[in-house]
C-alpha cells in the first residue's frame, strides 16, 4: 500500500542539512553519507515535489531558490515533529540508551558540564551525550529546531520554553584578591559601580546586568565585554574591573596565575533560577530523564536549597 508521498524522511533530513551548511560535501560528512548519496536523493526530492530546491554552483557550494525558502521551514517542521514522535516513543521505553543532544548555556557549561559527562558515564553506559555550548539565543533555535532535546540554562533566559528550576543561585561579586573591597563581608553595587564591570559579551548577559543594577537602584558602571567566562575571570584578576556572576566556580586561580576571590552582595537581589529547558509539548525521552538524573547530582544547592526534584514531564512553565 502505497502513502502517496513519494519521498522520504531521509530526503528531507538530507535537504534541510544541505540547505543551512550550503554546501553538498560538508552536508554529507555531517550526515555521515556520500556526497553522491545527498545528492541524489535532495535531485529526487525535488522531482517528486515539482520544484527544485537548490542551486548548484559549482565550487561554491548550494543555495536555496525562492521554493527551497519556503518549503525548508515545512520541512523542519516535519522533522521536527518525526523527532518528536520518536522521543515519545523512547519516553514509553523510558530506556537510557543511544545519542541525546544537550544544549548548555556557555557561561555554565564550564562549571557543569564536566562533572555531568563523568557521572553520565559511570551510570548509563549506554548514552552517548553530545553537548552544544552556545549563548541563550542560539540554545532557543537549537531547541525550536528539535536539534536539542534539553537545554541546561537560567530561567531568565529560557523565553518561551518550558521550564523546570534544579537550584536557586544568588547573584555574588567576583573580584581580584587583592581588591580591598573584598576583605570585609558582602560588598554594596553602589561601592563596585566605581569600577568597569566586565562580563560575558552577549546582549542577554548585558540585559540581565542592566536589570540587576535597576533593580538596585544603582547606575550601570562602563562595560567591558569578554567572549567568555575563564576572559571574565582573567580580566578582573588582573585589576580591569569586577564581575557578577550566579555560578561559583572552585578554582580561584585564573588560567595565567592570577587570582580572585568571590563576595556576597549586599543589595536585595533576586536569585536566578538553574534548570533545564525543553520546548513545549515535547515528552521526555528516557534518555532525557537519565540525564535529568545525573544533572540534579551535578548542579550545586544555593543557600535555599534546591528549587525542586527534577520530574520527567518539565511540566512547570517558565516565569
Not at 565550487?59 to 527551497?68: D, E, F, H, N
Not at 569586577?242 to 533576586?270: C, E, N
Amino acid at each position: 500500500m502505497s502513502d502517496g508521498l513519494g519521498f522520504s524522511l531521509a530526503q528531507l533530513r538530507y535537504f534541510v542539512v544541505s540547505a543551512e551548511v550550503g554546501n553538498i560535501s560538508e552536508a554529507a560528512e555531517r550526515l555521515c553519507a556520500s556526497q553522491s548519496t545527498v545528492s541524489s536523493a535532495v535531485m529526487r526530492l525535488e522531482r517528486q515535489l515539482g520544484v527544485q530546491l537548490l542551486l548548484r554552483h559549482h565550487a561554491r557550494g548550494v543555495t536555496l531558490t525562492p521554493s527551497g525558502r519556503h518549503l525548508l521551514r515545512e520541512a523542519r517542521d516535519l522533522l521536527g515533529r518525526a523527532r518528536n514522535l520518536k522521543a515519545r516513543g523512547d519516553a514509553l521505553a523510558g530506556g537510557a540508551v543511544g545519542r541525546l543532544d544537550v544544549g548548555f548555556l556557555a557561561s555554565l557549561a564550564p562549571f557543569l558540564l564536566p562533572g555531568a559527562h563523568r557521572l553520565a558515564r559511570q551510570r548509563y553506559a549506554d548514552l552517548r551525550l553530545t553537548f552544544h555550548e552556545e549563548p541563550a539565543d542560539r540554545l532557543a533555535a537549537l531547541l525550536g529546531e528539535g536539534r536539542c532535546e534539553l537545554a541546561v540554562t537560567y530561567d531568565f533566559l529560557a523565553g518561551d520554553a518550558r521550564f523546570h528550576a534544579l537550584a536557586e543561585m544568588p547573584v555574588h561579586a567576583v573580584l581580584a584578591e587583592d581588591d580591598p573591597l573584598g576583605g570585609s563581608g558582602p560588598v554594596e553595587l553602589a561601592a563596585l559601580a566605581a569600577r568597569p564591570l566586565i562580563t560575558p559579551n552577549t546582549p542577554d548577559d548585558i540585559r540581565h546586568a542592566e536589570k540587576l543594577f535597576a533593580d538596585a537602584g544603582v547606575p550601570l558602571p562602563r562595560v567591558i565585554g569578554a567572549t567568555s567566562v575563564e576572559t571574565v575571570r582573567g580580566l578582573v584578576a588582573a585589576g580591569s574591573g569586577f564581575a557578577l556572576m550566579h555560578q561559583r566556580g572552585r578554582a580561584t586561580t585564573t588560567l595565567d596565575g592570577g587570582r580572585v576571590r568571590t563576595v556576597g552582595i549586599a543589595d536585595d537581589l533576586p536569585p536566578a533560577s538553574l534548570g533545564v529547558a525543553m520546548m513545549p509539548g515535547l515528552a521526555m525521552s528516557g534518555r532525557g530523564m537519565a540525564f535529568l538524573d545525573v544533572l540534579g547530582s551535578v548542579v550545586p544547592a544555593g543557600p535555599s536549597g534546591p528549587a525542586g526534584p527534577p520530574h520527567p514531564a518539565l511540566g512547570r512553565a517558565s516565569p
